[in-house]
């Protein structure tokens, strides 16, 4: 079934791509734990969707983007903080310490701001 909703998804954004409904199918096909197995595809879907998501704070997906980005760009501390920040806004508090204390190792700019985030975290137990 989650591919089943992918591929609906992938070919109705090429119509619509401003259509919530088309944006359900996609979520579905997520929720369903699908995700395309191809590097660029992923990426050309995060591109084109992360947008919609954010504005419709659905921190489920989004948490799962950046988990998948951080796969993708190991190395990029951004895709750390925004998966911690994600998993904080749903209640995962020790997967949010653990991802930002990651980005906060890979660039040293997030240290000020990440020791912050943990402190914040900790006194909302």
């Known amino acids: 079934a989650a591919i089943s909703y992918w591929e609906g998804f992938s070919q109705l954004y090429l119509l619509e791509p401003e259509n919530a409904f ?9 929720n369903l734990v699908y995700l395309p197995d191809d590097d660029s595809v992923f990426t050309w879907l ?6 919609y998501f954010l ?3 659905n ?3 989004l948490s799962i983007f950046y988990e ?6 190991p190395k990029e501390a951004k895709w ?9 806004m749903q209640g995962e508090r020790a997967d949010a310490i653990a991802a930002i204390k ?9 240290r000020e701001e990440g020791g912050a985030f943990i402190r914040l975290i900790e006194a909302d137990k």
């Open 22 to 30: 088309v944006m359900q199918w996609l979520e579905k096909s997520l």
């Open 46 to 51: 995060f591109n084109a969707t992360q947008e």
């Open 55 to 57: 504005k419709n704070k």
């Open 59 to 61: 921190y489920q997906v």
């Open 68 to 73: 998948r980005m951080s796969r993708i760009e």
């Open 80 to 88: 750390f903080a925004r998966y911690a920040t994600a998993e904080y």
């Open 102 to 110: 990651k980005a906060m190792s890979l660039d040293e700019s997030y």
